[in-house]
């Protein structure tokens, strides 16, 4: 009875961190890339329990007590032996490099999920060391707090105010770079309500253990409501704002603006590439609001 309840704590202490992290998948795409990791371990657990229990067979048979094993001291080669040794390899690298690669064309970062939902589209921009969230549709913006409609597939559109980053969501799939003058796109979806952990998963500075937010999937009128108290509060991210968040902090709270200047993502991405100045572009673009 001993026995047994160690053997059970063990098993809950080997399973407690497959909550909450990408063995816990909340979403199509994060099922998919959980189910091309199940495959790959199993077509490898099909190699490797043979090795171990044929390693365990011959180191039994040939053992020194054993007079029925035949010692051939001059033995030096074997077509059969040598067909099995490399063609069994050569299956594993077939098999796992066919699963990677029919899994790398389903779950292109780009591809579209389908559904008859339409997107909702988030700008995610890479500060030092906090999050950037614009909604261009809903105009409003956020730092370190992305709440999404469950359901609901999130087109992410992705770029870095400096350094090169990651951006990770464990339970909803694929962590993608972002990068200074280049816009990446990763789409995404939450099919169950919760809080979900995001993370940064590229060091990026001293502040980078701080690169942490919560995901928020609600229903369509919990985002509705959302996007409605946050037009009522908050400032503008307008040039200034920009400018001061831009700034390196840590532990930044989560914060949200009530408005963002027209092509606001764009600009970042523009200033990123060297085409121009940051303030210059986001300047220019606090203009085209004012007309």
């Not at 098993?11 to 994060?30: F, Q, T, Y």
């Not at 999050?131 to 597939?153: C, D, M």
Request: hydrophobic share 45%; net charge negative.
């Amino acid at each position: 009875m001993r026995y047994s309840a160690l053997a059970l704590a063990l098993i809950g202490v080997a399973l407690g961190g497959c909550s909450e992290g990408v063995l816990d998948p909340k979403g199509p795409i994060a099922s998919a890339e959980r189910l091309i990791l199940f495959n790959s371990l199993g077509i490898m657990l099909a190699i490797v329990i043979p090795t171990i229990l044929a390693t365990l067979a011959v180191a039994f048979w040939f053992r020194a007590s054993n007079e029925r094993a035949s010692y051939q001291p001059d033995f030096t080669y074997s077509g059969r032996l040598e067909l099995l040794v490399w063609s069994i390899p050569m299956m594993t690298v077939l098999l796992v490099g066919g699963v990677a690669w029919v899994g790398a064309h389903d779950l292109d970062p780009r591809k579209p999920i389908d559904s008859s939902v339409t997107p909702v589209t988030v700008q995610v921009v890479s500060l030092d060391w906090k999050w950037l969230f614009i909604y261009p549709e809903q105009r409003i913006a956020s730092v370190n707090k992305l709440v999404i409609p469950v359901g609901t597939p999130i087109k992410f559109d992705l770029t870095s105010s400096s350094v090169m980053n990651s951006f990770f969501l464990p339970q909803l799939g694929s962590q993608i770079y972002t990068m200074s003058g280049m816009a990446t796109r990763l789409y995404l979806q939450a099919d169950h309500i919760g809080t979900y952990a995001g993370l940064s998963a590229m060091y990026s500075g001293e502040g980078f253990s701080d690169m942490r937010f919560n995901v928020d999937a609600v229903t369509d009128d919990g985002f509705a409501q959302w996007v409605r108290e946050t037009r009522e509060t908050g400032s503008v991210l307008d040039e200034q704002a920009y400018t001061d968040l831009v700034k390196p902090s840590k532990a930044v709270a989560p914060v949200t603006y009530r408005a963002v200047v027209p092509d606001l993502f764009s600009s970042i991405v523009n200033a990123g590439m060297g085409t121009q100045d940051s303030s210059l572009s986001i300047c220019s673009t606090s203009r085209r609001a004012e007309r």
